[in-house]
Structure formats: C-alpha cells, structure tokens
C-alpha cells in the first residue's frame, strides 16, 4: 500500500502538558480506529462525549470529546477523526500508543496533514503557504495577510487570471485547429488579444504594489548604527523593555549584530543593534563594523544614534532612510534642535526615556505606512516570479501576430499561473474548447 494511502494521526495541538491535547487522524481508516478506541462512530461533525479505551486491552485511557468528519467534505478531504483529551503527556503518549498499534495506521510526518489537503484539492499552494504564515503570525498585520491569503486572496484571483487566460487560449487554438470547419468565427484572434493586455495590465498592477507582502511575513527591518559609545544598546533595550544587549562605558561593545522581534502598533519590526562603526585594528571589531555596515545598507530605515555632545554625521552610503537620533539629550540640560536640514532628527535619552514617546510614534507610524494599505497579493518571492513570468509570456503574447507562437506563449503564461497555485494541468484546455464550440460532436 502506498504511503499516501496510509492512515496518519499525530497530536496537533501544543506541548503538553496543557488543559487539552488535540489528536487528529486522517485516512480510510480513521473512522474504523476511532470506532476502536471510543466504540462507536460519533454523528458527523457533531461533539461527542466518549470513552477512549486502548483496543488492545481494553483499559480506558481519557474521557474525551470525539469528532468525526467524513471526507471529502473534511480538512484533508479523507475522512478525518479528532479526539481532544486531557493534555498530559501519559494521556497523549497512551492514546498514541493505542493508534499505532491498529493496523494501517501511523504517524504523520511534518506538514503530513496540509500536503494531503492539497493533493486533495483542499487548498491551493497559495492557501498553503498563508496557512503556514498565519501559523506563524506574530503580530496583527502578519495574521491579517496570512489569514487573507489562507482564504484565497491570491489564489482565488491566480486562479480567476489562469481561467481567464485558458479562455483567451482557447480563442487561439481554435482559429489555429478549426478555423476551416465553418463553424468558428472568422477572427478569434483581436478579441483574444484585447483579452491579453487587459490581463497582463492586472497582473503587472499586482507586481507594482512593491514589496510590503514579503516585508509583512519578514518585518521592517530597522538598523541601529552609529559611532561607539553612543547608546545603539541602550536604546534597543529601552524599546525592547529588557537588557537583550549588553551596555557598557566601554566604546566597541558591541561586536555581533543583536536581532530583536518587535510588535509596533501591530507591525513587525526587526530591530538590529549593531557594533559600533569606527576603524580599528582589533580584527573582532573589525568583523563587528563590517557587519553592522553590512545590516545598515541592507535595512529599511536606519537609527543613526550620536552622542548630542559630540555629534558624528551618517555616512552617505547608508542612503536616504536615515533617522538621526541625537542620544544623551538629558546630559545637555537645554532643548537641542530636533529639526536638522538633513534627515529626519529626534532628541532622546535612551537611558532616561527623555523624547522616547515622540519618537516611537514616528518609528511607528514609518512601519504602518511601509506595511499597512491595501492587502499584498504578493507575499514571497515565489509569487513574484511566477506573476513575472506570466506576465513576461503575455507581453510577448500581445505584441505577437503568427498564431501558433501566440498560443505557446499564452500556453507559457498559463503553465506559471498554474505553478503558483500548483494545479498545473492542460486537460481544462481542452474542456473550454469543446464545451464553447460544440467541436467534435
Ligand atoms: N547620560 C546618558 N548616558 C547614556 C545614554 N544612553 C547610553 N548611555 C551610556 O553610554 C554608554 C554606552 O552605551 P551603550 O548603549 O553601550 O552604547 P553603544 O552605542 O551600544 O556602544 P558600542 O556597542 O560600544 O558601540 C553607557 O555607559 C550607557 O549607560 C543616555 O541617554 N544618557
Ligand atoms: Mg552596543
């Protein structure tokens, strides 16, 4: 019997212990093995209050509620069997022990579950991958999307472009395959052009909205920088409310590149604290500013952190999304100028808070409007090379007038749509042919 045929089960809730503990099966013989353990099949997608009894012994291991859904109206599309028991580790590892020693079933490998409701047709790669995300999710706007994208929201639309486009193929082959049976209009071709840039304009609109969909999943990634000494760590653990760096008097502290996950106002934010930038002879250190170098170039937005005694510019290499954040204002005893000519500029005290509220709002406020607008169809880089190369193919297809190469470009489209939700296949072609031009009857 093939693995896929196999009855999988794992516990998929959380690390017990824990006030409940979800086990789940799925296969063509979860109903038979939730029959053995609690005797009876429960009434479809109904809770049910059973014994559980390990089949073998007969001994009873939990009182649990029981669900039973048959496929292929279920998560997996096969027929599927829950028990929620107590969470202990003894109740879990028991009732574990009691599936696996039924026959044909065993336990799911990572991700088992999901794969099967895709092979099912349940989701689509794209719904995967959201599900994944809203697994993950941290802060609002990372559940937001991934939960839209779960639902279909670029899947639904991939999927709505790729019948579209099918159609538009359809147009094509006929002119090609059946232009002189009689029956088939004599110009197919305009109109299936029209089409064409009419899509290839969508999905190039989609493409344009940038990159928020993959910095939502990944976070706005905020640098701090500046010359030692001047507070980079104090003022990560100020915002990070704890000591996540360590703070010294001593100037080249810090050496490695400290990450810190961040739930601004419902935005991810990645803060970096990083060495501080001077030169060196100390080859630690050294390594330590080419890093932080390194992070700066590569953040969104930069915290160039100087001392307000003995200011030290931003280098003009880390371009033009720098802050400067002119630290130990409460040192000063007077108002410093916050409004420099250059880059946006606040005057705080990391180590007292001093001016902190100002600029936290600004810092959030910059995250809400790289991430937040309009939801992103595009969430990783898979979607986007699959969008580009569809859209590629269509800018090709639209400029193209000898039909048999049209239609390969148009075929070349399809196939890259059908790759981003993972249902490739040309069968459905051949469907729209026959079903709109009665061909072949
Ligand atoms: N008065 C005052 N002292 C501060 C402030 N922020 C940091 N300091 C002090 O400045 C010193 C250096 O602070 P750090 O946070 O380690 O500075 P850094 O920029 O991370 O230094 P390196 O990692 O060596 O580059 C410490 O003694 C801090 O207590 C501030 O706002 N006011
Ligand atoms: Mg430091």
Known sequence: ????????????????????????????????????????????????????RD?????????????????????????????????????????????????????????????????????????????ADLIAAETEAQRRQAFQHLKGLLGGKAEEWRRRLIEVLALVEAQIDFSDEGDVPDDLVTPALTKVRALAAEIDAALAQGTRGERIREGFTVAIAGPPNAGKSTLLNRIARREAAIVSPHAGTTRDVIELHLDLDGYPVTLLDTAGIRETDDPVEQEGVRRARDRAAGADLVLWVTDVAAPVLPPDALGDSVWVLQNKADLVGRNVDIKGSGPQSFAISARDGLGMDTFLVALGGEAAGALGGESALITRARHRQALAETSIALARAASETREDILAEELRLATRSLGRLTGRVDVEDILDVIFRDFCIGK
């Open 1 to 52: 019997m093939a693995r896929d045929q196999d009855t999988i089960f794992a516990l998929s809730s959380g690390r017990p212990p824990a006030a409940i503990a979800v086990v789940r099966l799925s296969g063509p013989h979860a109903g038979t093995a939730l029959t053995g353990l609690i005797g009876r099949l429960p009434q479809a997608r109904q809770a049910a209050l059973a014994r559980v």
């Open 55 to 131: 089949p073998r012994s007969g001994e009873l291991i939990d009182e649990a509620l029981a669900l039973w859904f048959p496929g292929p109206k279920s998560e997996t599309g096969e027929d599927v069997a829950e028990l929620q028991l107590h969470g202990g580790h003894a109740v879990i590892a028991a009732t574990l022990a009691a599936l696996g020693s039924i026959e044909g079933l065993r336990l799911a490998e990572p991700g088992e579950f999901t794969r099967r409701a895709f092979g099912n047709g349940q989701l689509d790669l794209t719904a995967v991958e959201g599900l």
